[in-house]
């Protein structure tokens, strides 16, 4: 038996007041365990991206409750919510969020500096590692603005690396790539989870979800279904992508 | 359309509206006030000068006169319209009680006279010339201000009672740096009072033709006529006059130079930020085929709406204020009759303000050319922006925190950015350090040394001859008194180069004895040798060994330059000599002594009061404080002032950069929050952003302050009279405190300006 990572059990969220008031997150219950590689689909406006704020804490929650590691995250400050996901989490988002001033070695290496520059050495010499591992070596210096779209979403992806997370949240992480490089960073993905990080990813693409191994189905607000696949070996994607679209056609999405 | 664009943006950046708005109002407000100011300054001072029939010449006399000399010079010269001899009757402030207060104190030399018959009138408050009956006293209009007496009181001039009637406004005399006072009397009076002061005469003046006042003055100084004492122009009237409403309005323009600079400033921060705001908009627009004027006008109806509301707000702050600072004006010389004039110049000099805002923004939005509309929606941001400092990298970073690191990084790469708000920050320094320098300098005791006066104790002066050997007799046997010099002032007639004479006035004695500061050259140790104050040196065009030629008992004589030294008493126009004359009349004796014991000082200053009842015993710092007392209050307030508006500035501005910051790099920080980074952590980095832009707007502030400060002061100052300026800096305040009150408010406006990034959500403003 998996141990439970994350517990999220009647999460209420919603958006705007009064008439107009709209629970983006309708009372949606999820448990993602440890190692475990998720996906999240859905239509745009289902709920599936506020989902994913609300797991990590970057966004608060009307009612329900989120337990990481034990803890309740939905109850604590936002002191305590940064720090867990600067050592717990990592993140990769659609657009590549980095900081226009600073060169992309710098970028990576960011969260594993705040109040710690004595170690700047063994920091920077993690961060070429994974830069290595992920195929940009040799752009550390470059300006963010210097590089490929592909080039930028790996190193976003070794940002989301650099503190040893215990899962990686992934927003879209290949919706602005072509399907090469998107399938390049899944390779990473997969790569990573198969060291034991727990990933969710966010997506409407079934390519995407086939290479996980448990997809959720959300619309308007709730989990409608889920589907549980085996641990991707590299071997028959098409079956796995013909099974999720059988299954997404199933249940109207 | 323009409309609706233009409140929503309003509505979405208040706090920053706002504030620009202030600038442009203040801004307009300040251009508009000294419009105002000039008009009804020089309308108020051509109609009591009219009015008064100032004269165009005058020579103050004291001593003996011989009027049908003078009567027949008038009468001989082509270009004398009227003349007269005005009697003022100088008495001593102890001899003066108005109400309850005795004029002892006073600084001022206050006189008697009665009303002139063909010009130099004294005016009642409403312009009219005065007709005073007997047992009714007209108080200079001064002692209004100062709230010395009222109408109705009882006064008593040396034991004869009067009644103050009105106060008067005196054409000549009206200005504090004039230094006599006129009261007028009824003529049966002044005769009966007459014999109770010091006679002196004020042979006047009205010329045909004015512009020839310059070979009427040589042709008087030639003919030998009475001039013991100043002589005065219409033009140094007009100028003593203006003098003090004059640097009001100078430094009112100053200080709305500044702020117009401040809000341009402002209005550029502000753009250029909305500009990278709106990139994608822009792109767009430029996409979908509008023009770049198209795109401009949006930009500019906003900001030509916030400059028109920040005019008229100004304009109307303008007409309320225009009353406080033109009481004194209105008090000293009357209403102008042109205020509609004035109004219509303020608003002109508002519309100037408008219309350079407008052409600000229109310079400023140019850079819509270079935005690339591809690029503008592709990356949504700018990508010409070029990140400087590269090799300040994070990697390489071992002095910083984090935080600060990324703080300085920003400023450093984004330099343009801040430029704005560190030249605003440097000017604040700047007018915060200045004043204070200024005023540091002239009060320290140092400065003495501009004033043309030796180091000793006390001083004793008095402007009659023959007393003074009676001082010098007790002084000589004073055992407390460790040594003294004797030096009397006397005017002589000097050949200038055109062949025709004029006054200076030399102080004669050892000068050895209390050596005072050189410019150039030295002290005059032998009889052919003469020292002269800077502004006399100037005039006359004399350097250190050039020769001046003087009249001495008769005869022509020449005397050799022997130094410049600084001096701001006595209009700043003196000479030291140390030859014998016998001949001519003294018009004071200084005698200047220094004491064993200097706490004696203050008992020695009371004893010799006591003792010498005809002259003036002053403690030195005392006279300093005298002399130089108003300006030096001026100052002061001043210098206090400016530190509030600097503040001020820095609090509003810091304020203003630092919302606009906090909304401009929303994106920014919900990278740094996403990625595990507190709301601490990210108001530390624009902590450290604000200090570090303060730190170098503070250095060069104060070292802009130190030269080209001490540049403007040393101008100021040497108008009159002192050479070679340095600041005194008094280094604990502003080295010190004045940083730190700047860090002060730097730090609070910052705490304020970003406690909104709590306030920003992540999922609202990452795209997924």
């Known amino acids: 038996m998996m141990k439970k990572m994350i517990i999220g059990k009647n999460i209420v969220k919603s958006y705007g007041n009064g008439d107009e008031q709209r629970n983006v997150l309708d009372g949606v219950s999820v448990e993602i365990n440890e190692g475990e590689f998720v996906s999240v689909m859905g239509p745009s406006g289902s709920g599936k991206s506020t989902l994913m704020f609300s797991l990590s804490g970057m966004d608060g929650i009307d009612r329900g409750k989120i337990v990481f590691e034990g803890m309740d995250i939905s109850a604590v400050g936002d002191n305590e919510l940064s720090n867990i996901r600067r050592t717990k989490m ?36 993690k961060a070429r590692a994974l830069m290595k591992r992920v195929g940009i070596a040799g752009l ?33 992480p290949t919706g602005a790539l072509n399907s090469k490089s998107a399938h390049e960073i899944m390779d990473i993905f997969s790569e990573i989870n198969a060291n034991g990080t727990a990933c969710m990813l966010v997506t409407h693409d079934a390519k995407i979800a086939a290479r996980t191994e448990r997809i959720m189905f ?5 989990i409608v279904s889920e589907l549980k696949l085996p641990k991707f070996d590299g071997k028959d994607i098409d079956g796995r992508v013909e099974t999720v679209t059988v299954k997404m056609r199933d249940i109207g999405i | 359309m323009y409309f609706r664009i233009i409140r929503n943006d309003i509505l979405r950046s208040k706090v920053i509206t706002l504030t620009t708005m202030i600038f442009v109002s203040a801004a307009a407000m300040l251009v508009s006030l000294a419009a105002i100011l000039i008009i009804n300054l020089s309308g108020a001072l051509d109609t009591l000068m009219t009015q008064a029939k100032t004269p165009h010449f005058m020579q103050m006399h004291s001593g003996e006169i011989d009027t049908a000399r003078l009567k027949s010079f008038a009468e001989q010269h082509k270009n004398v319209e009227e003349y007269q001899v005005v009697e003022f009757l100088g008495m001593d402030g102890s001899e003066i009680i108005l109400g309850d207060h005795s004029l002892s104190n006073s600084v001022q030399d206050n006189g ?89 005469y004020l042979i006047e003046f009205r010329l045909k033709d004015f512009s020839e006042i310059g070979e009427f003055e040589t042709a008087y100084a030639s003919a030998g006529l009475e001039a013991n004492g100043p002589s005065v122009t219409y033009t140094l009237f007009k100028t003593m006059n203006a003098i003090s409403d004059g640097m009001m309005i100078a430094v009112i323009l100053l200080v709305s130079a500044l702020v117009v600079t401040i809000a341009f400033m402002c209005i550029r921060f502000t753009l250029l930020a909305k500009i990278e705001d709106d990139y994608r908009e822009i792109g767009v627009m430029k996409a979908i085929g509008l023009r770049i004027s198209d795109i401009k006008k949006i930009y500019l109806a906003k900001y030509a709406s916030l400059a028109a509301a920040g005019s008229i707000l100004g304009f109307i702050f303008s007409l309320m204020f225009q009353g406080m600072l033109l009481e004194n004006i209105r008090l000293y010389m009357g209403e102008d009759e042109n205020t509609s004039l004035a109004v219509s110049v303020g ?66 790469a984004r330099k343009k950015l801040y430029a704005t708000s560190l030249v605003v920050l440097i000017i604040s320094a700047f007018i915060m350090i200045v004043p204070q320098n200024l005023y540091n300098t002239i009060s320290s005791k140092s400065f003495i040394q501009y004033m043309g006066i030796g180091d000793y104790d006390l001083r004793i002066q008095t402007s009659s001859s023959a007393k003074t050997d009676d001082i010098v007799t007790l002084i000589d046997s004073d055992s407390d008194i460790s040594r003294y010099a004797v030096l009397t002032t006397k005017t002589f007639k000097l050949k200038t180069s055109n062949e025709s004479e ?53 005869k022509e004589k020449d005397l050799t330059v022997s130094g410049i030294y600084s001096d701001v008493t006595n209009g700043g126009k003196t000479a030291k000599a140390v030859f014998i004359d016998n001949s001519a009349k003294a018009m004071w004796t200084i005698v200047c002594v220094e004491l064993y014991n200097k706490s004696l000082v203050e008992s020695k200053v009371s004893g010799f009061s006591n003792k010498f009842d005809f002259a003036k015993t002053s ?81 060069l502030g104060t070292l802009l302050a130190n030269t080209l400060g001490e540049v403007l002061a040393g101008v100021l100052i040497s108008s009159f009279g002192a050479s070679s300026f340095n ?42």
């Open chain 1, 218 to 222: 959300m619309r308007d607000g709730k």
């Open chain 2, 502 to 554: 004029e006054n200076i006035k030399v102080e004669l004695g050892d000068h050895s004895a209390f050596p005072i500061e050189y410019s150039e050259g030295s002290a005059p140790s032998r009889d052919n040798e003469i020292a002269l104050s800077t502004i006399n040196a100037d005039e006359l065009n004399k350097k250190v060994g050039d020769v001046i030629t003087m009249v001495i008992e008769g």
């Open chain 2, 347 to 412: 608003l002109i000099g508002i519309l100037l303000v408008f219309i350079s805002i407008v052409a600000f923004v229109n310079v400023v939005l140019n850079r819509f050319r270079k935005i690339s509309a591809a690029q503008a929606i592709r990356f949504g941001s700018s990508q010409e922006m070029k990140p400087g400092a590269k090799h300040f990298s994070l990697s390489n970073n071992n002095l910083f925190t984090t935080n600060i690191f990324l703080g300085i990084k920003d400023v450093l």
């Open chain 2, 619 to 699: 403690d030195i710092d005392e006279f300093v404080s005298q002399t130089l007392g108003s300006t030096i209050s001026s100052i002061e307030m001043a210098s206090y002032a400016s530190i509030v508006v600097a503040l001020v500035i820095t609090v509003l501005v810091t304020l203003l950069f630092m919302k606009m910051l906090v909304a401009k790099d929303r994106y920014s920080i919900v990278i740094m929050k996403a990625i595990g980074f507190t709301i601490s952590d990210i108001r530390a980095q624009y902590f450290s952003r604000s200090v570090f832009v303060l730190i170098v707007g503070i250095f």
């Open chain 1, 140 to 172: 550390e210096k470059r300006d963010i603005i210097q590089v490929s779209g592909g080039q930028l979403q790996r190193a976003g992806i070794c940002r989301a690396l650099m503190n040893n997370p215990k899962i990686i949240f992934g927003d879209e």
């Open chain 1, 90 to 125: 990592g993140f990769v988002f659609q657009q590549p969020t980095m900081l226009k001033n600073l060169n992309i070695l710098d970028n990576i290496i960011l969260p594993s500096m705040r109040g710690n520059r004595k170690n700047t050495a063994k920091i920077t010499e």
């Open chain 2, 727 to 768: 600041f005194n800096v008094n280094p604990i305040t502003a080295y010190l405190l004045s940083p730190l009150m700047m860090i002060f408010a730097v730090l609070i406006s910052t705490m304020i300006g970003t406690s909104g990034t709590g306030k920003i959500k992540i999922s609202e403003n990452i795209k997924g």
């Open chain 2, 112 to 200: 008697f006279s009665v009303q002139n018959e063909k010009f130099d009138y004294l005016l009642d408050l409403n312009g009219n010339i005065i007709n005073v009956s007997d047992g009714e006293l007209y108080v200079p209009v001064t002692y209004m201000k100062e709230k010395t007496t009222s109408i109705g009181e009882k006064a008593i001039i040396n034991g004869k009672e009067f009644t103050v009637a009105g106060f008067l406004r005196d054409s000549t005399m009206n200005s504090s740096l004039s230094a006599s006072k006129r009261f007028l009397v009824s003529s049966n009076d002044f005769a009966e009072i007459k014999d109770l002061g010091s006679i002196e």
